[in-house]
C-alpha cells in the first residue's frame, strides 16, 4: 500500500514538474514578447515626440507668418492713407519751405527785437510797448538788419496750444497777458510782477503747482526756512506782497551769487551755506499799482507790469456771467478749448486736421454767438471796474480788489431780477450792477467826492457806447486854454470876463461848435440876459444853438459863461442818464455792512475830523449779542503786543475786535499775517478806524470793506443821517413835544453842518460838529423836558448854543450866527404853530407829529438841490461856493482822466487823454498838480470863478438878523 501511495506521488509529482517547465517555457516566450513589444512603444513614443516637435514648430511658423502678415497690412494701410492724405500738400510745403526761408534769413533781426522785448518792455502797457518796437522795428531797418516788420511775439514766441493751458490756469485771455507770460518764462532774471488786482499770483501758482511750489512774504516768521528748503529741493517759490524796498535776506538769491564747492552748486543763504538745485525758480509780486525800486533791485529782477486789462477783464466776466446763466454753455466753451488744445499737441494728416478744426470752428462760432448775448453786461462790469480803480489817484484810500469786485458782480447776478427775455435781463443786470457798485462804492468816498463819481461812472458808460466825445470831456474838466492871443478875435462885450470869452473861442474850436464866437457878436444882448440868469440851465440856448447840441454840449456852455453852475448840471445830466438815485447817496449802515462781511473781510472806518464811530459800533454789538466778546484797542506807541493777543483770541473765540486809530501804527498793521486762515472762527470780525493815510498796508485796504464817518454835506443829507441814528422805540414812545423839538434841535445841527460848505462865506473860522453834539443835546432835551413842566427855553437854548455847540466856537461873528439859528429854530412857535417854518424855503418846517417812519418819510421829500437860503445865507454865497465845488469836481475828474501808473485798460478815448494831458497840465497848472490832491484848493482863483456882478458874494445873512463880514 505504501508503495502504491509512493508511485502515485512520484507519478503526481513529475507531472506537476512537467507542467511547471512548460509553464516556465511559455512565461520565457511571453516576456520575449513583451520585451519585444516595450521595445516597440518605445520606438514609437520617440517618434510621437519627434512629431509633437515638428507639429509645434510649424505652428509657431504659422503664427509668426501671420502676425507678420497683419503687420504688413496696416503699414500698407497707413501708407495709403498717409499718401491719400499728403497728396495735395506738394503747394503747401512749397509755400511753407518759402516762408521758413524768409523767417529764415529776418531771425537775426527778429531775435534782436524779441531779446529787447524780453529785457526791457515788461514794465510798460501795452501802448508804449508797440510804440517802442515800432521804433526798433525802424532802426534794425535803417540799419539793414533783416527782421520781420509786422512781427507778432505772440506768434514769434509762444505757440497756441500753450497759450490755451495758460489761459486756463488763470491768466487772462489777451494780447497784454499773453505777452507778460512770455517775458515770465523766458527772462533770465527772477521776475518781479506789478500785480494789484492779484492775477499774477493765481497763474504763477497754477503754472509751477506740479512742481510744489511755496508761497511766502517777507512778513513770516519761517520764510527763510521755506526758501532755504526750496533752495535745495529745486521747488519754486512766489514771494508776495513785496514793498518797495526788498529785504535784504534774499539779496545773494537775487544776485544769484553760486559757486562750485567739489562738484556741487552752493549758495550763501541765511548765514550758512546752502545746496543750490538748478531747478530752483523764483517769483515776486507786489500789489503797489506804481512802485518805485532802485536801480540795484531792477537790474537783478525784470519787472513785468501785470495790472488787470480791460480786454482780459471783459474775457473773465463774460465767463463768470455765462457760467451763472447758462452753465452748459460755458462747459462746452471749456471742453472745445481743452480738445483744441489737446490736438494741436497730435500729429495727424492734413486731411484730419482739417476736418478736426471746421468741425471746431463750427462749434465755437455757435458758441460764441449763444455767449454774445452776454457781452453788454460784462464790458458793462469792467468799465465799472475801471472806474472804481481809477479812484486811488485822489485818494490813497480809494483802493479797491479784484477778488471782491467779482464777488459783487456774482451777487448782482444772484440777486438780480429775473426774465426770460434774453434783453431784459441783460438790462435788469446792468441796472441791478451798476447801482450795487454806486452804493458800496459811496460809503467808502468822502462827501465831496461823491457826485464825482456819479458823473465818472456816466461818463465811463458814455465813452464806452461812444456817446461822449473825448475832446468835449476834456474841455467841460479844463475849460478854453488859449495858447496864443494874437490869433484870438476880440471879445465883442464889455460885460464878459475875459476868461469867458477864453472859453467862448476854444470852444468855437471844437467840432459842432464853429460859429459860436461869431454869434456872440451878433446876438449880444440875448447872450447877456442868459448869462445873468441866477439858474441859466434852465432857459434855453441862444439862437439854433439850443436844437444842435444834446445835453452834454449844453453844459459845456454852463462851464464857458457860468462855472458856478455847473455842478447842478452835472447833476441833472447825472439824473437824466441814470436816475435820480445816483445823486442820493445812501446813508451809512453800518449793520448792513456787518451783514455782508465774513471772518475774513475787515470792516474799516475812515475817519473824519471830530466823528466817532465807537459808539455807533458798540451799539450795533449790543443789537447782534456780541457786546460780551468785543474787545477795542486805540492803537499807538507799544500796543501791538496787546493787540496780537486781542487778534488771537478774537480769532479762536469768534469775538469782534476793534483797533482805533490804525493810521498810529501802519507798520505794526503791515505785519499782520494769517487773516485769511481758514481755522479762524466763522464769527470773528476785525473792525478797523484809520484816518487817510498813503501808508496804509494795501492788502488790508484792498480786503476791507470801507465806510467813510463824514457826514453828509447838504441839509437834507444830514437830517436822514441823523434820523437814521435815532432809536425807534425810544422816539415813538416819547411825548410829541419832545419829538417835534427833536426836529428843531436836529435842523438847528444840521443846518450849522451844511453852512461850512460854504467855506469862509460860512464862518470865519473851520469847526468840527459831529454826532456826539447832537447826542448831547438830545439827551439834555430828554432830561429837560422830563424834569419841567414847562419847557425851559432859555436854559436850553444856552446850553445847546453856548455851552454844547458853542465849546467848538472861537469867532465871535460866528457865535452871533449860532445864537440867531437858534432862537429861530428853538421857541414857544414851533410848539405852536402848525408846520413852523425853519427857513425862508416852505419846503423846510416841523412836519406833522407821528413815528419814527413819518419823519423819515417827511426827510425823503424835502429839495434834492438845495439853495444857500435853506439855511439862511444870501443867495449870492451859493456863487463862490458853486464856483469853487465846480472848480475842484472838475479838477479831480481831471486827475482821474489823466493817464497815470499801472496797467488800466487802454482805448482810443484813453490814448486821446494821454496825448491832451501834458500840455492841459502845463497851461492850467492850478487845476491839478501831479504832487498834491485836487482838492486841496482853499479858495477858488478870480480867473477861473467867473459870476455875474448882480450874484457878487455878499456878506452872509440870516432871516432877521444883523449882517456881518467875513475874514478872508
Same mark, same amino acid.
Request: charged share 25%.
Given at each position: 500500500?505504501?508503495?502504491?501511495?509512493?508511485?502515485?506521488?512520484?507519478?503526481?509529482?513529475?507531472?506537476?514538474?512537467?507542467?511547471?517547465?512548460?509553464?516556465?517555457?511559455?512565461?520565457?516566450?511571453?516576456?520575449?514578447?513583451?520585451?519585444?513589444?516595450?521595445? *516597440?512603444?518605445?520606438?514609437?513614443?520617440?517618434?510621437?515626440?519627434?512629431?509633437?516637435?515638428?507639429?509645434?514648430?510649424?505652428?509657431?511658423?504659422?503664427?509668426?507668418?501671420?502676425?507678420?502678415?497683419?503687420?504688413?497690412?496696416?503699414?500698407?494701410?497707413?501708407?495709403?492713407?498717409?499718401?491719400?492724405?499728403?497728396?495735395?500738400? *506738394?503747394?503747401?510745403?512749397?509755400?511753407?519751405?518759402?516762408?521758413?526761408?524768409?523767417?529764415?534769413?529776418?531771425?537775426?533781426?527778429?531775435?534782436?527785437?524779441?531779446?529787447?522785448?524780453?529785457?526791457?518792455?515788461?514794465?510798460?502797457?501795452?501802448?508804449?510797448?508797440?510804440?517802442?518796437?515800432?521804433?526798433?522795428?525802424?532802426?534794425?531797418?535803417?540799419?539793414?538788419?533783416?527782421?520781420?516788420?509786422?512781427?507778432?511775439?505772440?506768434?514769434?514766441?509762444?505757440?497756441?496750444?500753450?497759450?490755451?493751458?495758460?489761459?486756463?490756469?488763470?491768466?487772462?485771455?489777451?494780447?497784454?497777458?499773453?505777452?507778460?507770460?512770455?517775458?515770465?518764462?523766458?527772462?533770465?532774471?527772477?521776475?518781479?510782477?506789478?500785480?494789484?488786482?492779484?492775477?499774477?499770483?493765481?497763474?504763477?501758482?497754477?503754472?509751477?503747482?506740479?512742481?510744489?511750489?511755496?508761497?511766502?512774504?517777507?512778513?513770516?516768521?519761517?520764510?527763510?526756512?521755506?526758501?532755504?528748503?526750496?533752495?535745495?529741493?529745486?521747488?519754486?517759490?512766489?514771494?508776495?506782497?513785496?514793498?518797495?524796498?526788498?529785504?535784504?535776506?534774499?539779496?545773494?538769491?537775487?544776485?544769484?551769487?553760486?559757486?562750485?564747492?567739489?562738484?556741487?552748486?552752493?549758495?550763501?543763504?541765511?548765514?550758512?551755506?546752502?545746496?543750490?538745485?538748478?531747478?530752483?525758480?523764483?517769483?515776486?509780486?507786489?500789489?503797489?499799482?506804481?512802485?518805485?525800486?532802485?536801480?540795484?533791485?531792477?537790474?537783478?529782477?525784470?519787472?513785468?507790469?501785470?495790472?488787470?486789462?480791460?480786454?482780459?477783464?471783459?474775457?473773465?466776466?463774460?465767463?463768470?456771467?455765462?457760467?451763472?446763466?447758462?452753465?452748459?454753455?460755458?462747459?462746452?466753451?471749456?471742453?472745445?478749448?481743452?480738445?483744441?488744445?489737446?490736438?494741436?499737441?497730435?500729429?495727424r494728416t492734413s486731411l484730419e486736421v482739417k476736418e478736426a478744426l471746421i468741425t471746431s470752428q463750427v462749434t465755437e462760432v455757435e458758441i460764441d454767438a449763444a455767449r454774445q448775448g452776454y457781452v453788454p453786461v460784462a464790458?458793462?462790469?469792467?468799465?465799472?471796474?475801471?472806474?472804481?480803480?481809477?479812484?486811488?489817484?485822489?485818494?490813497?484810500?480809494?483802493?479797491?480788489?479784484?477778488?471782491?469786485?467779482?464777488?459783487?458782480?456774482?451777487?448782482?447776478?444772484?440777486?438780480?431780477?429775473?426774465?426770460?427775455?434774453?434783453?431784459?435781463?441783460?438790462?435788469?443786470?446792468?441796472?441791478?450792477?451798476?447801482?450795487?457798485?454806486?452804493?458800496?462804492?459811496?460809503?467808502?468816498?468822502?462827501?465831496?467826492?461823491?457826485?464825482?463819481?456819479?458823473?465818472?461812472?456816466?461818463?465811463?458808460?458814455?465813452?464806452?457806447?461812444?456817446?461822449?466825445?473825448v475832446n468835449e470831456y476834456l474841455f467841460l474838466l479844463k475849460g478854453g486854454v488859449v495858447l496864443d492871443r494874437s490869433e484870438q478875435p476880440d471879445n465883442p462885450t464889455n460885460w464878459l470876463p475875459e476868461d469867458c470869452?477864453?472859453?467862448?473861442?476854444?470852444?468855437?474850436?471844437?467840432?459842432?461848435?464853429?460859429?459860436?464866437?461869431?454869434?456872440?457878436?451878433?446876438?449880444?444882448?440875448?447872450?447877456?440876459?442868459?448869462?445873468?440868469?441866477?439858474?441859466?440851465?434852465?432857459?434855453?440856448?441862444?439862437?439854433?444853438?439850443?436844437?444842435?447840441?444834446?445835453?452834454?454840449?449844453?453844459?459845456?456852455?454852463?462851464?464857458?459863461?457860468?462855472?458856478?453852475?455847473?455842478?447842478?448840471?452835472?447833476?441833472?445830466?447825472?439824473?437824466?442818464?441814470?436816475?435820480?438815485?445816483?445823486?442820493?447817496?445812501?446813508?451809512?449802515?453800518?449793520?448792513?455792512?456787518?451783514?455782508?462781511?465774513?471772518?475774513?473781510?475787515?470792516?474799516?472806518?475812515?475817519?473824519?475830523?471830530?466823528?466817532?464811530?465807537?459808539?455807533?459800533?458798540?451799539?450795533?454789538?449790543?443789537?447782534?449779542?456780541?457786546?460780551?466778546?468785543?474787545?477795542?484797542?486805540?492803537?499807538?506807541?507799544?500796543?501791538?503786543?496787546?493787540?496780537?493777543?486781542?487778534?488771537?483770541?478774537?480769532?479762536?473765540?469768534?469775538?469782534?475786535?476793534?483797533?482805533?486809530?490804525?493810521?498810529?501804527?501802519?507798520?505794526?498793521?503791515?505785519?499782520?499775517?494769517?487773516?485769511?486762515?481758514?481755522?479762524?472762527?466763522?464769527?470773528?470780525?476785525?473792525?478797523?478806524?484809520?484816518?487817510?493815510?498813503?501808508?496804509?498796508?494795501?492788502?488790508?485796504?484792498?480786503?476791507?470793506?470801507?465806510?467813510?464817518?463824514?457826514?453828509?454835506?447838504?441839509?437834507?443829507?444830514?437830517?436822514?443821517?441823523?434820523?437814521?441814528?435815532?432809536?425807534?422805540?425810544?422816539?415813538?414812545?416819547?411825548?410829541?413835544?419832545?419829538?417835534?423839538?427833536?426836529?428843531?434841535?436836529?435842523?438847528?445841527?444840521?443846518?450849522?453842518?451844511?453852512?461850512?460848505?460854504?467855506?469862509?462865506?460860512?464862518?470865519?473860522?473851520?469847526?468840527?460838529?459831529?454826532?456826539?453834539?447832537?447826542?448831547?443835546?438830545?439827551?439834555?432835551?430828554?432830561?429837560?423836558?422830563?424834569?419841567?413842566?414847562?419847557?425851559?427855553?432859555?436854559?436850553?437854548?444856552?446850553?445847546?448854543?453856548?455851552?454844547?455847540?458853542?465849546?467848538?466856537?472861537?469867532?465871535?461873528?460866528?457865535?452871533?450866527?449860532?445864537?440867531?439859528?437858534?432862537?429861530?429854530?428853538?421857541?414857544?412857535?414851533?410848539?405852536?404853530?402848525?408846520?413852523?417854518?425853519?427857513?425862508?424855503?416852505?419846503?423846510?418846517?416841523?412836519?406833522?407829529?407821528?413815528?419814527?417812519?413819518?419823519?423819515?418819510?417827511?426827510?425823503?421829500?424835502?429839495?434834492?438841490?438845495?439853495?444857500?437860503?435853506?439855511?439862511?445865507?444870501?443867495?449870492?454865497?451859493?456863487?463862490?461856493?458853486?464856483?469853487?465845488?465846480?472848480?475842484?469836481?472838475?479838477?479831480?475828474?481831471?486827475?482821474?482822466?489823466?493817464?497815470?501808473?499801472?496797467?488800466?485798460?487802454?482805448?482810443?478815448?484813453?490814448?486821446?487823454?494821454?496825448?491832451?494831458?501834458?500840455s492841459a497840465v502845463a497851461v492850467r497848472p492850478h487845476l491839478v498838480s501831479r504832487g498834491s490832491k485836487p482838492d486841496s484848493l482853499s479858495r477858488v482863483p478870480k480867473s477861473t470863478a467867473p459870476y455875474p456882478a448882480?450874484?457878487?458874494?455878499?456878506?452872509?445873512?440870516?432871516?432877521?438878523?444883523?449882517?456881518?463880514?467875513?475874514?478872508?
Amino acid at each position: 500500500m505504501l508503495k502504491i501511495e509512493s508511485i502515485r506521488i512520484a507519478e503526481s509529482s513529475n507531472q506537476k514538474k512537467e507542467r511547471l517547465e512548460e509553464a516556465l517555457e511559455s512565461l520565457t516566450q511571453k516576456q520575449k514578447i513583451l520585451s519585444e513589444a516595450r521595445a *516597440k512603444l518605445k520606438e514609437l513614443s520617440e517618434m510621437i515626440a519627434r512629431l509633437q516637435d515638428e507639429y509645434n514648430e510649424k505652428l509657431r511658423q504659422k503664427n509668426e507668418l501671420e502676425s507678420r502678415s497683419r503687420l504688413l497690412q496696416l503699414k500698407l494701410e497707413r501708407a495709403e492713407a498717409l499718401i491719400t492724405g499728403l497728396s495735395g500738400e *506738394k503747394d503747401r510745403w512749397e509755400a511753407t519751405v518759402e516762408r521758413l526761408d524768409s523767417e529764415f534769413g529776418c531771425l537775426p533781426g527778429d531775435c534782436l527785437i524779441a531779446t529787447g522785448f524780453v529785457a526791457y518792455l515788461g514794465p510798460f502797457v501795452s501802448e508804449y510797448r508797440e510804440n517802442l518796437m515800432n521804433e526798433w522795428f525802424q532802426e534794425v531797418f535803417v540799419e539793414e538788419i533783416p527782421v520781420t516788420m509786422d512781427l507778432s511775439m505772440k506768434n514769434f514766441l509762444l505757440d497756441d496750444a500753450t497759450l490755451r493751458n495758460w489761459n486756463s490756469m488763470g491768466l487772462p485771455d489777451d494780447n497784454f497777458s499773453a505777452e507778460n507770460g512770455i517775458i515770465v518764462v523766458r527772462a533770465t532774471r527772477w521776475p518781479l510782477a506789478v500785480d494789484p488786482q492779484g492775477q499774477a499770483l493765481i497763474w504763477l501758482s497754477e503754472l509751477e503747482q506740479k512742481n510744489d511750489i511755496e508761497i511766502v512774504d517777507f512778513g513770516q516768521p519761517n520764510y527763510l526756512k521755506i526758501m532755504e528748503n526750496c533752495l535745495s529741493a529745486g521747488k519754486p517759490v512766489i514771494v508776495q506782497n513785496v514793498g518797495e524796498v526788498i529785504d535784504p535776506s534774499i539779496a545773494p538769491i537775487l544776485d544769484k551769487a553760486i559757486i562750485r564747492v567739489g562738484g556741487n552748486l552752493v549758495i550763501k543763504f541765511n548765514e550758512k551755506m546752502v545746496p543750490y538745485n538748478s531747478a530752483f525758480r523764483m517769483y515776486l509780486t507786489t500789489k503797489l499799482g506804481n512802485p518805485v525800486y532802485t536801480p540795484e533791485t531792477l537790474t537783478k529782477t525784470t519787472m513785468i507790469n501785470f495790472a488787470v486789462k480791460e480786454q482780459g477783464l471783459t474775457a473773465q466776466l463774460l465767463g463768470i456771467v455765462v457760467r451763472k446763466e447758462r452753465p452748459q454753455l460755458e462747459q462746452m466753451k471749456a471742453n472745445l478749448v481743452t480738445t483744441i488744445a489737446q490736438n494741436k499737441k497730435i500729429l495727424r494728416t492734413s486731411l484730419e486736421v482739417k476736418e478736426a478744426l471746421i468741425t471746431s470752428q463750427v462749434t465755437e462760432v455757435e458758441i460764441d454767438a449763444a455767449r454774445q448775448g452776454y457781452v453788454p453786461v460784462a464790458e458793462r462790469a469792467s468799465v465799472l471796474f475801471f472806474a472804481l480803480n481809477e479812484l486811488s489817484r485822489i485818494d490813497p484810500m480809494y483802493q479797491f480788489s479784484l477778488d471782491a469786485y467779482i464777488d459783487l458782480f456774482n451777487y448782482s447776478i444772484d440777486k438780480s431780477p429775473k426774465s426770460p427775455e434774453l434783453q431784459d435781463r441783460i438790462n435788469n443786470l446792468n441796472e441791478f450792477h451798476t447801482y450795487s457798485v454806486y452804493k458800496n462804492t459811496c460809503r467808502a468816498l468822502f462827501e465831496r467826492h461823491k457826485l464825482m463819481l456819479s458823473f465818472h461812472i456816466v461818463s465811463r458808460i458814455l465813452f464806452q457806447s461812444g456817446k461822449m466825445d473825448v475832446n468835449e470831456y476834456l474841455f467841460l474838466l479844463k475849460g478854453g486854454v488859449v495858447l496864443d492871443r494874437s490869433e484870438q478875435p476880440d471879445n465883442p462885450t464889455n460885460w464878459l470876463p475875459e476868461d469867458c470869452w477864453d472859453n467862448i473861442t476854444e470852444l468855437d474850436k471844437l467840432p459842432g461848435f464853429h460859429g459860436l464866437a461869431d454869434n456872440f457878436e451878433t446876438t449880444a444882448r440875448e447872450w447877456k440876459e442868459w448869462y445873468l440868469h441866477p439858474e441859466p440851465e434852465t432857459q434855453p440856448l441862444i439862437g439854433e444853438w439850443n436844437d444842435l447840441c444834446n445835453d452834454f454840449q449844453k453844459i459845456l456852455f454852463i462851464r464857458s459863461l457860468r462855472v458856478d453852475r455847473v455842478s447842478a448840471c452835472i447833476t441833472t445830466f447825472v439824473v437824466n442818464v441814470l436816475g435820480p438815485r445816483y445823486v442820493e447817496p445812501p446813508v451809512l449802515d453800518i449793520r448792513a455792512a456787518w451783514e455782508e462781511s465774513s471772518w475774513k473781510t475787515s470792516l474799516l472806518f475812515v475817519l473824519s475830523p471830530g466823528v466817532d464811530p465807537t459808539a455807533a459800533l458798540l451799539q450795533l454789538a449790543m443789537d447782534v449779542k456780541m457786546f460780551d466778546k468785543f474787545a477795542t484797542l486805540s492803537l499807538g506807541q507799544g500796543q501791538a503786543p496787546t493787540a496780537s493777543r486781542m487778534l488771537t483770541n478774537g480769532m479762536r473765540d469768534g469775538g469782534w475786535v476793534f483797533l482805533a486809530n490804525c493810521h498810529l501804527a501802519c507798520i505794526w498793521l503791515g505785519t499782520l499775517r494769517g487773516l485769511d486762515n481758514p481755522k479762524i472762527h466763522p464769527r470773528f470780525r476785525l473792525w478797523l478806524s484809520s484816518m487817510p493815510d498813503d501808508k496804509f498796508p494795501l492788502n488790508i485796504l484792498q480786503r476791507s470793506i470801507k465806510m467813510t464817518t463824514e457826514p453828509p454835506q447838504g441839509l437834507k443829507g444830514n437830517l436822514v443821517r441823523a434820523y437814521a441814528n435815532i432809536n425807534e422805540d425810544k422816539f415813538d414812545t416819547a411825548s410829541s413835544q419832545y419829538r417835534k423839538l427833536l426836529f428843531c434841535v436836529s435842523f438847528f445841527h444840521c443846518t450849522l453842518i451844511a453852512r461850512k460848505r460854504f467855506r469862509q462865506l460860512g464862518y470865519n473860522a473851520v469847526y468840527s460838529f459831529n454826532d456826539a453834539d447832537f447826542d448831547v443835546s438830545d439827551n439834555l432835551l430828554a432830561n429837560y423836558l422830563q424834569e419841567y413842566e414847562e419847557v425851559p427855553w432859555d436854559a436850553l437854548r444856552y446850553l445847546f448854543a453856548i455851552i454844547n455847540y458853542g465849546g467848538h466856537i472861537t469867532d465871535d461873528w460866528d457865535k452871533r450866527v449860532l445864537l440867531a439859528y437858534i432862537n429861530q429854530f428853538f421857541c414857544k412857535e414851533a410848539l405852536e404853530i402848525p408846520f413852523y417854518r425853519l427857513s425862508s424855503i416852505p419846503a423846510y418846517h416841523v412836519p406833522r407829529d407821528g413815528s419814527l417812519q413819518s419823519y423819515r418819510d417827511f426827510l425823503d421829500l424835502l429839495p434834492a438841490a438845495e439853495r444857500a437860503e435853506s439855511v439862511g445865507q444870501h443867495a449870492s454865497a451859493d456863487v463862490a461856493a458853486l464856483a469853487q465845488d465846480a472848480i475842484i469836481l472838475c479838477s479831480t475828474l481831471f486827475v482821474l482822466a489823466s493817464t497815470g501808473g499801472g496797467g488800466g485798460g487802454g482805448g482810443d478815448d484813453k490814448k486821446q487823454f494821454a496825448r491832451l494831458d501834458s500840455s492841459a497840465v502845463a497851461v492850467r497848472p492850478h487845476l491839478v498838480s501831479r504832487g498834491s490832491k485836487p482838492d486841496s484848493l482853499s479858495r477858488v482863483p478870480k480867473s477861473t470863478a467867473p459870476y455875474p456882478a448882480h450874484l457878487a458874494p455878499a456878506h452872509p445873512t440870516m432871516p432877521g438878523c444883523v449882517v456881518f463880514p467875513s475874514i478872508e
